[in-house]
C-alpha cells in the first residue's frame, strides 16, 4: 500500500487507521474489499483525490452513482473543510450508513 504515502512504522499506521497488524498485512496480500480501503483511507484523512487513487491502484472506484460512495464523498469533503479526525469522520460515516441500511465500512456483517 504505497499509496497511502504514510511515512512512520506500520504499527503506527495501524494504530492510526485503527487496523491490527495481522490484517494490514493481509491486505498487503490479498486484494482488500473496497469497503476496507475505504475505511483505511477515511481513518487515515486522505484527500478526495488520494482515496480515488488507492481505490484506482486495486481496480475500485469512488462512484458517482453508488449510494454508499456518494455518502463517503461528501463526509471526505466535509471532514477536510472542518479539520476533523480520520477516525471521527468513520464514525459519522457509519452513523449515516446505517440510518440509510447501508452496509458499514470496517465491519463485518452477515
Known amino acids: 500500500m504505497d499509496v497511502l504515502g504514510y511515512q512512520g512504522s ?3 499506521l495501524c494504530e492510526h487507521s485503527m487496523v ?3 490484517m494490514f498485512r493481509y491486505y498487503k496480500v ?6 476496507a ?3 483505511l483511507a477515511v481513518s487515515l484523512s486522505m484527500t478526495e483525490q488520494a482515496v ?3 481505490l484506482c491502484q486495486y481496480g475500485y ?6 449510494v454508499g460512495d456518494v455518502v463517503v464523498r461528501w463526509h471526505i ?3 477536510i473543510g472542518e479539520k476533523k479526525s480520520g477516525k ?4 459519522e460515516i457509519n452513523v449515516t450508513l446505517e440510518r440509510m441500511g447501508l452496509p458499514l465500512l470496517m465491519t463485518r456483517q452477515l
Open 10 to 12: 506500520i504499527r503506527m
Open 20 to 22: 491490527s497488524e495481522r
Open 30 to 35: 490479498k486484494v482488500p474489499s473496497k469497503q
Open 37 to 39: 480501503l475505504l475505511a
Open 52 to 54: 480515488e487513487e488507492l
Open 61 to 66: 472506484c469512488l462512484s458517482a452513482s453508488i
Open 77 to 79: 469533503r466535509q471532514g
Open 88 to 91: 471521527m469522520m468513520l464514525f
